[in-house]
């Protein structure tokens, strides 16, 4: 058993403009193990943003431990987590976060070509990304051309495209309708099993629970 993401109480506490401090998460303790597919639940509140971006490097926890991906998180630079999260992260969030001026296409080559990939490479990881996704015929399209399920697997493919090992995901399926939601979940949950790639997803819809390998809830800033 490997974990890929490890946090030992975790605590991220915001302060407000008078002066107070917001205790977002108060001692998560957390362990995702590789290979799977988790979904993280909580009200409204409960700090499941904050957890993930914490996880993700965008945000500094205030103080405990989180290991992702072998990497300390309390001691990564902003420089370091911004190489990092370009080399083995993959993000989905629920806005889709599509360039809307480029086409599906475009907006995986872009984040290739900012990674550094010779043209060819990047050409060739574009297009295999959007097969996998099942959009080839959708390349050209723009965001606003496509639905919103498609729009998010281009985001997944986007996600794909630097061969991610982790994906965190905060509500990828918050716009999107039931049927297409179960459509997502489904890809979601192959893709972790064909390629051993980790998921965590934040969530608060209740459709998304038969689809994953494990259910986390958080409630006031604790995993219980
Ligand atoms: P969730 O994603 O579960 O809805 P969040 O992680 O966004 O919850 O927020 C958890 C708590 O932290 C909330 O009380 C929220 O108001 C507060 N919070 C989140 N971000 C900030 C911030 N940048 N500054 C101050 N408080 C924040
Ligand atoms: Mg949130």
């Known amino acids: 058993m490997s974990l890929v993401i490890e946090t030992k109480d975790l605590w991220r506490v915001y302060r407000s403009k008078t002066g107070a401090e917001i205790p977002a998460l108060r001692g ?13 639940k909580g009200r409204s ?12 490097g965008l945000d500094k926890p205030t103080s405990g431990s989180a290991t992702v991906l072998g990497h300390d998180m309390m ?7 911004t190489v990092w999260r370009r080399e083995q992260v993959g993000l989905i969030f629920q806005s889709f976060g599509l360039l809307p001026t480029l086409s599906a296409y475009e907006n995986i080559e872009l984040l290739l070509r ?9 050409h060739k990881r574009a297009l295999e990304c959007l097969e996998m996704v099942g959009l080839s015929r959708w390349k050209d399209h723009r965001p606003y051309e496509m639905s919103g ?23 990828p ?14 890809f979601f949950r192959e893709l972790v099993e064909t390629h051993h790639i980790t998921m965590l997803m ?18 006031d800033g604790v995993v219980v």
């Not at 998560?28 to 993280?40: D, I, R, S």
């Not at 001691?75 to 987590?81: K, P």
């Open 28 to 40: 998560v303790n957390l362990g995702v193990e590789a290979g799977t597919f988790v979904t993280l």
């Open 75 to 81: 001691q990564m630079s902003d420089a370091e987590s």
């Open 202 to 219: 934040v969530s608060h819809d209740p459709l998304v629970d038969p689809y994953v390998h494990q259910v986390l809830t958080l409630k």
């Open 114 to 122: 900012i990674k550094g990939d010779e043209y060819d490479a990047r």
């Open 45 to 56: 509140g409960s700090g499941k943003t904050t957890l993930l971006n914490c996880l993700a």
């Open 149 to 171: 399920g498609q729009q998010q697997r281009v985001a997944v493919a986007r996600a794909l495209a630097n061969d991610a090992k982790l994906i965190l995901a905060d509500e």
């Open 173 to 186: 399926t918050g716009e999107l309708d039931s049927k297409t939601t179960r459509e997502l979940l489904t």
